[in-house]
């Protein structure tokens, strides 16, 4: 590979790595580990076009922070990542009150780690599950 652009930010091989943190005004702030900078980047890039169609505490903001041991960073994996756990998240979340302290939403953090189509694969397959859960849940219950 042959370095033609300008000069790296860092210098290469440092290990350093990077977190997404989401300040909320009125609510917690978040810190996803994204590990290196480009991934950071794209996640910092889809979470600010969430802004502009999901629910968000008023001056929330998105930025990139080099991780540190300890700074109680997550992954932003749902449910340990699986449909299933997805499909369990779901119902869930339409419980938590009010809308704007769910950002970033499950949609969200899905588009933010897979991109727009996969996410959108996922969440309609875990919605199918979710309901097929409630009908059979239902027909027990008869
Ligand atoms: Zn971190």
């Known amino acids: 590979m042959t370095e033609t652009s300008l000069a790296p930010v860092r210098p290469a091989g440092t290990g350093e790595t990077f ?7 009125g ?28 629910a968000h505490p008023e001056g929330t903001a998105v930025a990139i922070e ?6 109680g960073c997550t992954s932003p994996a749902i449910g340990g990542g699986g449909l299933v ?6 119902p869930l979340e339409r419980d938590i009150q009010p809308p704007e302290s769910r950002f ?6 899905l588009w933010m780690v897979h991109g727009w189509s996969r996410a959108g694969e996922l969440w309609s397959a875990a919605c199918s599950l979710a309901d097929q859960w409630a009908e059979e849940e239902a027909e027990a219950g008869q």
């Open 19 to 25: 977190d997404v943190v989401i300040t909320r005004p």
């Open 85 to 90: 756990g997805l499909a369990i998240a779901i």
């Open 104 to 109: 970033p939403d499950l949609f969200d953090r």
């Open 27 to 54: 609510y917690d702030t978040i810190r996803f580990h994204a590990g290196w900078e480009h991934r950071a980047g794209d996640w910092e890039s889809r979470l600010g076009q969430a802004l502009n169609c999901s």
């Open 66 to 71: 080099p991780h540190a041991d300890g700074d």
